[in-house]
Every structure is written in C-alpha cells, then in structure tokens.
C-alpha cells in the first residue's frame, strides 16, 4: 500500500537562506508526485507535479522538487526564501491506474525576517 | 473563472444539530472529495464521489453524509453524530483518471457554539 512521509513537521529558515522540505514514499507500482502549498486559512494549491519525463520539475516561484525512485523520495527545494513563502507545504502521491492521492502530514515552513 | 467554491467561510453548529456545508465546482470534473483538517494531522477523506449519484467513504465517514444529485455540487452535512466537528473542511475536486491532481476550494472552517 502507498503511503507518503514529511520527516520534518515544521522547518523554520531566515529569509534568502535556501531550504529543503523532505517527502518520502512508499509504493510498489510507478507513481505520480506533487507538491502542494496551503497559505493560512486557505485551501491548497497545487505548487509543481511529476507525472514522467525528467526527473527535476520546477514552479514558477522559485521552488524545484527531483523524483529519486532509487532513495523513493521527492524532496522540495528553494535556494532563497522569501517572507511570503511562509506556509504549509503537502507532499502528496497518486499511484499509475490507482485512482486515489494520498497525502503527507505536511511541513510548515516559517521564514524569519 | 473555474473553481470550486466552498460556503460558508466560517460556521457555527450548535449541539445535537445537523450542518451542510455547500461545495460547487465549474471545471467539469466528474469526481469530488471531502476532507477534514486538524492541526498537524495532514488531510483525512471523509467521503469521496466518481460519478453523480454515487459516492463512497473515506477513511473517516462516521457522523457525516454527502449526496451527488449534480455534477457540479457535492455538500456535505457534518450531523450530530460527529461528537467532534470542529475542524477545516475542504473541498476538491479531480478528473477522474490515475494522475487524480486535485484542485481545492478555500476551505470551511466550522466551531461548535
């Protein structure tokens, strides 16, 4: 059965310093990854997503996730920070012909001025 | 602009009654979910819709109900069953396909008077 891990519940960071928010999964078929980013009192947004192809995807603000299918994990990273990143960040997976997303415990991402 | 819209933003139940709280979406999705959110506890499925006029639970359906009459619109009633309502609530909604990306409404925020 698929399942998805956020090792770190909350990673906190100074402002244009960079940050990885790691996401672990377990599955035994091909899967498909994504990030998504809830803002507070918000419902989540859909942030990047792997489906095939290369490995590296890439958001339009700044943030970038690598699919390892060896280490199973689908880490996210952002070389600088902004204040305005502050936010909760949900690993999520969908396995091929499953028809269902499960979802991490999420990672609160707290950008310090 | 196509979306979901969940309504209300905040509500209040009273106890021992019955509240629906409204889902509509717009992208022509055939499926639609329900999930409830606490601090720290990622996304739970509550309740979960492939087609019209049918649904299936989730990994915590006790004390709530859903109906699909249309394709657009999946309420949900937290009833008085459900001893500890209060939480977030979202909305999403999906092609119904492996890949399963999920778009999400702002969310419901209900309290118990």
């Known amino acids: 059965a698929q399942s998805v891990t956020q090792l770190d519940s909350q990673v906190p960071v100074f402002e244009e310093a960079p940050v990885e928010l790691r996401c672990n999964y377990s599955?035994?078929?091909?899967?498909?990854l994504f990030w998504y980013v809830q803002y507070p009192n918000q419902g989540l947004q859909l942030l990047l997503k792997?489906?095939?192809?290369?490995?590296l995807v890439e958001s339009i603000n700044g943030f970038e996730a690598e699919f390892n299918k060896s280490q199973t994990s689908f880490h996210l990273r952002k070389p600088s920070v902004h204040i305005s990143d502050t936010a909760e960040y949900f690993c999520?997976?969908?396995?091929?012909?499953?028809?269902?997303?499960?979802f991490g415990a999420g990672t609160r991402l707290f950008v310090k001025a | 602009d196509g979306g979901i819209t969940q309504s209300p933003k905040y509500l209040f139940r009273k106890e021992g009654q019955n509240v629906t709280l409204s889902c509509e979406q717009n992208?022509?999705?055939?499926?639609m979910y329900w999930y409830r959110q606490d601090p720290g506890q990622g996304l739970r499925l509550i309740y979960y819709?492939?087609?019209?006029?049918?649904?299936q639970k989730g990994d915590i359906a006790e004390g709530y109900s859903v109906s699909r009459e249309k394709k657009e619109s999946f309420p949900l009633t937290v009833t008085s069953a459900q001893k500890n309502p209060t939480a977030f609530y979202l909305c999403?909604?999906?092609?119904?396909?492996?890949?399963?990306?999920?778009?999400f409404g702002a969310g419901t925020r209900l309290s118990v008077l």
């Open positions: 999403a909604s999906s092609l119904w396909d492996d890949k399963n990306i999920q778009y």
């Open positions: 599955s035994s078929v091909s899967v498909y």
């Open positions: 792997y489906l095939s192809g290369s490995t």
């Open positions: 999520a997976v969908s396995e091929t012909g499953g028809f269902k997303t499960i």
């Open positions: 992208l022509n999705h055939d499926a």
């Open positions: 819709s492939q087609i019209v006029n049918d649904f």
